[in-house]
């Protein structure tokens, strides 16, 4: 489903387009060393809406991994079949973030497991 090769090294030619900011934003998350933290920093970061909106897409991410019909993924999440298609383009041919996090969300599961 993603380009993925078997380490992280794998994306960093993937470009990733300049945006304003977007450095520092990184920067500041990358910082965090908790789940709490990082709970704490992306509720005073975003708006109510925005954080459902990225907490749906991350959900989508997963369920796209488990290789989920779109209609189903929408119908769980909840989604538009239309942001299912989205996050699955970012997935296949975005700059690899979704395949990092993937990657080491599922080291993390099946060390727990």
Not at 36 to 44: I, K, S
Request: proline letters at 4%.
């Amino acid at each position: 489903m993603t380009r993925r090769m078997g380490n992280d090294d794998r994306y960093e030619s993937l470009p990733v387009e300049p945006v304003a900011g977007l450095s520092d934003l990184a920067d500041a998350v990358a910082s965090l060393r908790t789940r709490d933290e990082a709970q704490r920093f992306l509720r005073d970061l975003c708006t109510l809406p925005e954080l459902e909106a990225l907490s749906h897409r991350w959900q989508t991410a997963l369920l796209l991994e488990q290789g989920l019909p779109y209609v189903e993924i929408a119908e769980r999440v909840p989604t538009s079949t239309a942001t299912v298609t989205r996050v699955a383009q970012w997935l296949r041919h975005g700059t690899g973030g979704y395949g990092i996090a993937l990657d080491r969300a599922r080291g993390k599961r099946s060390r727990t497991s």
